[in-house]
């Protein structure tokens, strides 16, 4: 069983930057981490994932060059960095683990076999 909670969500401008953070704790953290984001009406959409090591980082045309996500796994911790926001960024910003390796597997929510609870990252603009 593996636990995630995410944290560092909140109102911010359109422009501005924030950072979230994904504790993980049970069993292991050493799987592919995914951040994903749902807004009011709309299916849940896949933001970037980060392969156990670290070492290969996947995302979403609509945040490429915006956002960054890194992990640090003496921390149990993943972390999704996001600066130039746009008011369409709003949403419930979730992180999820995976057991799968190939990162062909990481853009769909099915793909991923815990999740945190969701943190809201709103933009005004």
């Known amino acids: 069983q593996v636990q995630l909670v995410e944290s560092g969500g909140g109102l911010v401008q359109a422009g501005g930057s924030l950072g979230l953070s994904c504790a993980a704790s049970?069993?292991?953290?050493?799987?592919?981490m995914g951040w994903f984001r749902q807004a009011p009406g709309k299916e849940r959409e896949f933001v970037a994932a980060?392969?156990?090591?670290?070492?290969?980082?996947y995302y979403a045309d609509s945040v490429k060059g915006r956002f960054t996500i890194s992990r640090d796994n003496a921390k149990n911790t993943v972390y999704l960095q996001m600066n130039s926001l746009k008011p369409e960024d709003t949403a419930v910003y979730y992180c999820a683990a995976t057991q799968r390796i190939s990162g062909n597997y990481y853009y769909q929510p099915r793909s991923y076999d815990y999740w945190g609870q969701g943190t809201q990252v709103t933009v005004s603009s």
């Open positions: 049970g069993r292991t953290f050493s799987r592919a």
């Open positions: 980060i392969s156990r090591s670290g070492g290969n980082t």
